[in-house]
């Protein structure tokens, strides 16, 4: 990368990715001008102590059937290699470490996500770290961020507006409220389609469809006490 390229990161289980976890990076993409988005799995889930139902290499498989036609998205490894939890604070320490200024990290998160930042692990040190890009959700505007974490509206801005006018090196990493239409998806319903013997077409893309249904994944998957 060179100095001035932009790099989206959007964390999750991704278990499994789905259509909501593209159409969020390409909002984000589009909107902060970002020259690539790596779509990064966790290996242990803080949010989720039982862990996922699958496994990594599972999940990494369907992110990169997922994103084959895009050049702009890739899939990183990265926390899939560190045998603790994966925090973000930790993952984007990984990547300050590998030569990325903060003013070129972009982390990708829903706005449902983001309204409980300040129960984070290193809250608020981790919002120095990168830029936040704060997508909305169906059920989660981002409209109501400002209400919801109230502190940190100083340093809130619209995008894409903002991010045309923005200082690649900004001296405070910024947090952009990206106002998008997203589907109204979970990995959670999912599965739970999945477990009920029913169809996910138009829910994943079809190579997804096809490879869960190669590999028997899901099958009885049940409920999730954890929606994501």
């Known amino acids: 990368m ?8 959007l964390g999750g289980t991704f278990d499994p990715i789905h259509l909501g976890h593209l159409a969020v990076a390409h909002a984000a993409a589009a909107a902060l001008r970002l020259d690539s988005v790596a779509f990064v799995p966790s290996h242990h889930p803080p949010h ?50 590998r030569g990325l200024d903060r003013s070129q990290i972009f982390f990708i998160l ?25 997508v909305s959700r169906p059920a989660f505007p981002v409209a109501a961020v400002k209400d919801a974490v109230p ?15 923005a200082p690649l090196q900004a001296e405070t990493p910024q947090i952009y409220l990206v106002n998008a239409e997203t589907p109204d998806l979970s990995s959670t319903v999912i ?12 829910l994943v893309v079809p190579a997804v469809e096809r490879y869960i249904e190669r590999h028997s994944l899901y099958a009885g998957a049940g409920t999730s006490p954890t929606p994501e």
């Open 48 to 97: 989720r102590p039982s862990g996922p139902r699958v496994s990594a290499y599972h999940r990494f498989a369907m992110i990169a059937l997922s994103i084959d036609s895009d050049p702009a998205l890739t899939v990183s490894d990265l926390e899939l290699q560190r045998a603790e939890v994966s925090y973000t604070a930790s993952t984007l320490r990984a990547l300050a470490a």
């Open 151 to 165: 502190a940190l509206a100083p340093r809130m801005s619209d995008a894409p507006v903002a991010a045309e006018t």
């Open 191 to 202: 599965r739970e389609r999945l477990g009920a013997g029913l169809e996910v077409s138009g």
């Open 2 to 9: 060179t100095p001035s390229s932009r790099l989206g990161i």
């Open 110 to 134: 829903g706005a449902d996500a983001f309204a409980e930042i300040a129960t984070w692990k290193e809250y608020p040190a981790v919002l120095e770290l990168g830029h936040f890009v704060v």
